[in-house]
């Protein structure tokens, strides 16, 4: 047995998928990928980890662990803004995670804690519980949305009243005059264009306060 094939754990895989995820994003991550980088056989992952899907769901662990939990010693609504915060960061640094987040239903002990402080937060202030479940994962939706669009989105903010002024020409006034108005403002200068992880985030505190205000 080799040297390296000896000194394999189940960290070092993980940490070696979570590595190769941050290059390449999760599509591309094969089992024998991650072995020949960690410079053994694909056949020696298996004494570890059962297969690639275990690893996903041990990516997600550590993505989630990344993420602050809602304080209990503040204010709700603080809490849950931190914990947006937090979550929408820690996806813009590993942008992969959002797809996993959204598919795997994984049940590992840093998700599930993270989903029981989260409900803790809500219904200890008064939500019950199919209200704190719709609350949180709307925010989550919107967290996850929002920072997808953010990676994603093929312009630079600084380069977006350049951009408005070059489509501008290309699309009819008259079909489309609200649209027109709006690209105008941006290419003036008058309007950024550019949008706010809180405006959307503030709908939805707000949302769930009035929800909870009703509820007393």
């Known amino acids: 047995m080799s040297a390296r094939r000896r000194d ?16 390449i994003g999760v599509d591309r991550i094969s089992m024998r990928l991650i072995a020949g980088k960690l410079g053994v056989q694909a056949m020696s992952l298996y004494n570890h980890v059962a297969n690639k899907e275990d ?15 809602p304080d209990p010693n503040h204010p709700w609504k603080e809490g849950m803004r931190n914990r947006a915060h937090s979550a929408h960061d ?24 993270y989903v029981e402080a989260t409900l803790a937060c809500l219904i200890g202030v008064g939500f019950n519980y199919e209200t704190a479940d719709h609350a949180w994962n709307a925010m ?5 949305g929002y920072t997808m669009q953010e990676s994603t989105f093929p312009f630079e903010e600084s380069s977006y009243s350049d951009t408005a002024q070059e489509f501008l020409p290309g699309i009819p006034a ?6 027109i108005r709006l690209a105008t403002m941006v290419g003036e200068g008058l309007y950024s264009g550019v949008h706010d992880f809180d405006f959307g985030l503030n709908f939805i505190l707000d949302g769930m306060e009035r929800l909870l205000l009703n509820h007393h």
């Open 90 to 113: 820690v996806l813009l640094q590993h942008p992969w995670a959002i797809q996993l987040l959204m598919t795997r239903t994984s049940t590992g002990p840093v998700k599930l804690s």
């Open 174 to 179: 008259e079909l489309y005059p609200h649209f």
């Open 8 to 23: 394999l754990t189940k960290e070092k895989i993980v940490n070696k998928a979570f590595s190769l995820a941050d290059e």
């Open 55 to 69: 690893i996903f769901d041990e990516l997600v662990e550590r993505v989630v662990g990344e993420m602050a939990l």
């Open 140 to 144: 989550d939706s919107y967290i996850y």
